[in-house]
């Protein structure tokens, strides 16, 4: 099932698997994870039988007719299940229903080909994350 967290738990387990997949492995410390703005956007988290996270992802409002996905993260055991492809078209439908038309994101050279998969188009290289993780800018009209 996907959702929002809700309870202080779930929060933690929601941050705490994107510390573990999008930070840990570049030695950076706990919290760096997240941004000052958290309270702003909207989060989704997949939830197993056992209400456990096994994914999540962050879908930030930019203007009234783009919004970006932001830290897709799934937990190692459990890629490459289709987790990831439900939470992006999750995020798809709920961006469509507040009226979004197009959905912009920083992808990691490694992802490229998840996004391509599902109709996101590759604008160019972005930004040097931790001075060695590039990544590239994408789009997909919805
Ligand atoms: C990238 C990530 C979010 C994808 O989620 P996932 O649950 O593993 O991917 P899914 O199983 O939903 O894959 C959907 C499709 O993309 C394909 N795919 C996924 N990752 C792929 C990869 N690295 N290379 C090629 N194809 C890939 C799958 O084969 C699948 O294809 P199918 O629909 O034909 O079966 C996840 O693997 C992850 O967290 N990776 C590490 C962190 C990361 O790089 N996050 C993205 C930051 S931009």
Redesign the pocket.
Known sequence: MIRSPHTDAEWAAYFYLRYQ??RAPWGQPEGSEQTADEAQHLHFAFFNEQNNVM?VGRLDQINAQTAQIRF???DAP?????????LIHYMETEAKQKGIQQII????E??L??YQ??GYQLDGPSHLLFDEIQ?FLMHKLI
Do not use: D, E, T
Request: proline share 4%; hydrophobic share 45%; no cysteine.
């Open positions: 997949i999008l994914g897709m993260a799934v459990q890629q490459s299940k289709g987790i990831g492809k439900s994101l920083h992808a990691r490694v992802a080909p998840f998969k599902l990544h």
